[in-house]
Protein backbone atom coordinates (compact mmCIF):
# COMPACT_ATOMS: atom_id res chain seq x y z
CA UNK A 1 0.00 0.00 0.00
CA UNK A 2 1.15 3.52 -0.59
CA UNK A 3 -0.64 5.12 2.87
CA UNK A 4 1.54 5.20 5.61
CA UNK A 5 0.62 6.22 9.44
CA UNK A 6 3.33 9.44 10.05
CA UNK A 7 3.95 11.11 12.90
CA UNK A 8 3.54 14.95 11.13
CA UNK A 9 4.68 16.54 14.31
CA UNK A 10 7.12 15.98 17.23
CA UNK A 11 6.71 16.87 20.16
CA UNK A 12 10.13 18.71 21.60
CA UNK A 13 11.03 19.86 18.00
CA UNK A 14 11.08 23.16 17.95
CA UNK A 15 9.29 24.80 14.85
CA UNK A 16 9.74 28.51 15.48
CA UNK A 17 11.29 31.19 17.89
CA UNK A 18 9.39 34.68 19.33
CA UNK A 19 11.45 37.54 20.69
CA UNK A 20 11.18 37.59 24.22
CA UNK A 21 11.10 41.62 25.36
CA UNK A 22 12.22 42.46 29.14
CA UNK A 23 14.02 39.32 30.10
CA UNK A 24 17.99 40.05 30.39
CA UNK A 25 18.72 35.97 30.11
CA UNK A 26 17.14 35.48 26.23
CA UNK A 27 16.23 37.49 23.53
CA UNK A 28 14.45 34.56 21.89
CA UNK A 29 12.00 31.71 23.53
CA UNK A 30 11.48 28.35 20.77
CA UNK A 31 8.37 27.59 20.48
CA UNK A 32 7.58 24.11 19.96
CA UNK A 33 4.36 22.28 19.54
CA UNK A 34 2.12 21.23 22.10
CA UNK A 35 1.24 17.63 20.59
CA UNK A 36 2.03 15.25 18.85
CA UNK A 37 0.14 15.07 14.88
CA UNK A 38 -0.14 11.60 13.38
CA UNK A 39 -1.77 11.15 10.39
CA UNK A 40 -2.35 8.16 7.41
CA UNK A 41 -0.52 10.13 4.45
CA UNK A 42 1.43 8.50 1.19
CA UNK A 43 4.60 7.56 1.62
CA UNK A 44 6.40 9.83 -1.15
CA UNK A 45 4.50 12.29 0.94
CA UNK A 46 5.71 11.84 4.07
CA UNK A 47 9.12 13.98 3.65
CA UNK A 48 6.97 16.96 1.82
CA UNK A 49 5.19 17.42 5.26
CA UNK A 50 5.50 21.31 5.70
CA UNK A 51 5.06 23.37 9.52
CA UNK A 52 4.21 26.91 9.05
CA UNK A 53 4.03 28.82 12.02
CA UNK A 54 1.85 32.05 12.87
CA UNK A 55 2.79 33.88 16.24
CA UNK A 56 -0.09 35.70 18.08
CA UNK A 57 2.48 39.17 18.13
CA UNK A 58 6.14 39.53 16.96
CA UNK A 59 7.15 39.69 20.46
CA UNK A 60 6.22 38.42 23.96
CA UNK A 61 6.89 40.37 27.11
CA UNK A 62 8.78 38.46 29.90
CA UNK A 63 7.84 36.52 32.37
CA UNK A 64 6.94 33.58 30.35
CA UNK A 65 5.99 30.28 31.52
CA UNK A 66 6.79 26.73 29.78
CA UNK A 67 3.78 25.75 27.73
CA UNK A 68 2.48 29.45 27.36
CA UNK A 69 0.62 28.88 24.07
CA UNK A 70 2.06 31.81 21.79
CA UNK A 71 0.74 30.84 18.10
CA UNK A 72 -0.01 27.89 16.15
CA UNK A 73 1.39 26.08 13.45
CA UNK A 74 -0.56 24.77 10.49
CA UNK A 75 0.17 21.65 9.10
CA UNK A 76 0.14 20.86 5.57
CA UNK A 77 1.38 18.04 3.10
CA UNK A 78 1.87 17.66 -0.16
CA UNK A 79 0.24 21.46 -0.52
CA UNK A 80 -3.15 19.90 2.15
CA UNK A 81 -3.95 21.57 4.67
CA UNK A 82 -3.89 18.42 7.61
CA UNK A 83 -4.79 20.39 11.07
CA UNK A 84 -3.40 22.97 12.88
CA UNK A 85 -1.56 22.64 16.65
CA UNK A 86 -0.86 24.87 18.88
CA UNK A 87 2.70 26.69 19.75
CA UNK A 88 4.10 27.45 23.26
CA UNK A 89 6.92 28.24 24.91
CA UNK A 90 9.73 25.31 24.98
CA UNK A 91 10.81 26.91 28.52
CA UNK A 92 10.31 29.46 31.03
CA UNK A 93 11.98 32.89 31.19
CA UNK A 94 12.00 35.57 33.97
CA UNK A 95 11.48 38.87 34.21
CA UNK A 96 14.01 41.71 34.61
CA UNK A 97 12.98 44.25 36.83
CA UNK A 98 15.31 47.00 36.10
CA UNK A 99 14.61 46.25 31.64
CA UNK A 100 10.38 46.54 32.69
CA UNK A 101 11.97 50.01 34.96
CA UNK A 102 13.53 51.39 31.75
CA UNK A 103 10.72 50.36 29.55
CA UNK A 104 8.82 52.09 31.84
CA UNK A 105 10.28 55.67 32.06
CA UNK A 106 10.75 55.62 28.50
CA UNK A 107 7.40 55.60 27.71
CA UNK A 108 6.93 58.24 29.89
CA UNK A 109 9.40 60.29 28.93
CA UNK A 110 8.45 59.65 25.28
CA UNK A 111 4.74 60.46 25.76
CA UNK A 112 3.08 63.54 24.54
CA UNK A 113 1.41 64.76 27.79
CA UNK A 114 5.03 64.42 29.46
CA UNK A 115 6.88 66.16 26.40
CA UNK A 116 3.72 69.40 26.81
CA UNK A 117 5.02 69.64 30.21
CA UNK A 118 8.37 69.81 29.80
CA UNK A 119 7.97 72.28 26.93
CA UNK A 120 5.47 74.73 29.07
CA UNK A 121 8.04 74.12 32.18
CA UNK A 122 10.73 75.66 29.91
CA UNK A 123 8.62 78.17 28.50
CA UNK A 124 8.29 79.19 32.23
CA UNK A 125 11.89 79.26 32.54
CA UNK A 126 12.96 81.52 29.53
CA UNK A 127 9.78 83.81 30.71
CA UNK A 128 10.84 84.20 34.02
CA UNK A 129 14.62 84.91 32.70
CA UNK A 130 13.87 87.48 30.32
CA UNK A 131 11.25 89.19 32.96
CA UNK A 132 14.65 89.75 35.73
CA UNK A 133 16.29 91.11 32.51
CA UNK A 134 14.17 93.66 31.75
CA UNK A 135 13.63 94.14 35.67
CA UNK A 136 17.09 94.60 35.75
CA UNK A 137 17.65 96.85 33.13
CA UNK A 138 15.04 99.26 34.19
CA UNK A 139 16.58 99.79 37.42
CA UNK A 140 19.89 99.98 36.42
CA UNK A 141 18.84 102.87 33.73
CA UNK A 142 16.75 104.46 37.24
CA UNK A 143 19.77 104.31 38.94
CA UNK A 144 21.49 105.92 36.41
CA UNK A 145 18.75 108.79 35.94
CA UNK A 146 18.84 109.28 39.90
CA UNK A 147 22.94 109.95 39.71
CA UNK A 148 22.68 112.46 37.05
CA UNK A 149 20.13 114.02 39.20
CA UNK A 150 21.84 114.16 41.78
CA UNK A 151 25.30 115.72 40.21
CA UNK A 152 23.25 118.37 38.25
CA UNK A 153 22.45 121.43 40.25
CA UNK A 154 19.45 121.85 42.04
CA UNK A 155 17.69 125.05 41.24
CA UNK A 156 16.10 126.92 44.26
CA UNK A 157 12.89 126.38 45.25
CA UNK A 158 10.27 129.00 44.72
CA UNK A 159 7.20 129.21 45.83
CA UNK A 160 4.17 129.99 43.09
CA UNK A 161 3.15 132.58 45.36
CA UNK A 162 6.69 133.97 45.70
CA UNK A 163 7.17 136.86 44.16
CA UNK A 164 10.88 136.91 42.63
CA UNK A 165 11.45 140.87 43.25
CA UNK A 166 10.34 140.36 46.83
CA UNK A 167 13.47 138.01 47.32
CA UNK A 168 15.90 141.18 46.37
CA UNK A 169 14.16 143.39 48.76
CA UNK A 170 14.96 140.97 51.71
Request: charged fraction near 30%; hydrophobic fraction near 40%; glycine fraction near 4%.
Amino acid sequence: SDLTKARLVELDKPVTEIRVELCSQKDFMQLVPAETLTAIVPKEAQSSVLLEPVLNSQSVEAPINKGDVLGYAVVKCAGEELGQVDLVAAGSLERSELLAFWKGFKNVVTSPLFLMLVAVVILLIVGFILLVLVQNRNRRRTRQVRSVREREPRPEYRSPRENPDDRRRR
